[in-house]
């Protein structure tokens, strides 16, 4: 699946039992669409997305809350029950490869502006790495 999004929250981290290192956060994907009055509806779409190895560092060390993202990976539809016993279905994401598409508008004012391509801000050795394979046992 390919989304572009907007991160809903700073990628949360952890190492798993194989060191392996993981980052999920959530990625909020707008949409909207007139009705036959001619009335907009606007509707958000969020998905879960967890990232491994090299692209779960790089994720939690640049990207923050608000920044768009291109993401491209492997996605699932889980369902769950929540607290008011409603069925509900979780669409996660296992991330393949990314892109930074910027910086979210809060974060244009830090410092010097966003790069065209965001992707310029990540050192090409990190950015080499990114997409080397990693073991995905969680």
């Known amino acids: 699946v390919t989304i572009i999004g907007n991160l809903g929250r700073n990628p949360e981290t952890r190492v798993n039992a194989n060191n ?6 959530s990625l909020a994907v707008n949409h909207q669409r007139k009705t036959a009055t001619g009335e907009t509806v606007k509707k958000t779409d969020w998905y879960n997305i ?11 060390e640049y990207a ?7 993401i491209e990976g492997k996605q699932t539809f889980n369902p769950w029950t929540d607290r008011e016993g409603n069925s509900r279905v979780s669409a996660d994401v296992l991330v393949q490869d990314f892109r ?13 502006a966003a790069p065209e391509n965001s992707n310029s801000r990540i050192p090409d050795d990190i950015r080499e790495a990114m997409n080397a394979p990693d073991d995905l046992d969680f």
């Open 100 to 112: 930074f598409l910027g910086r979210s508008d809060q974060r244009a004012g830090e410092g010097e």
């Open 64 to 70: 923050r809350k608000g920044d768009p993202l291109y």
């Open 20 to 25: 392996t290192f993981i980052a999920n956060f």
């Open 50 to 60: 967890t990232a491994t190895g090299r692209q779960a560092q790089v994720l939690a």
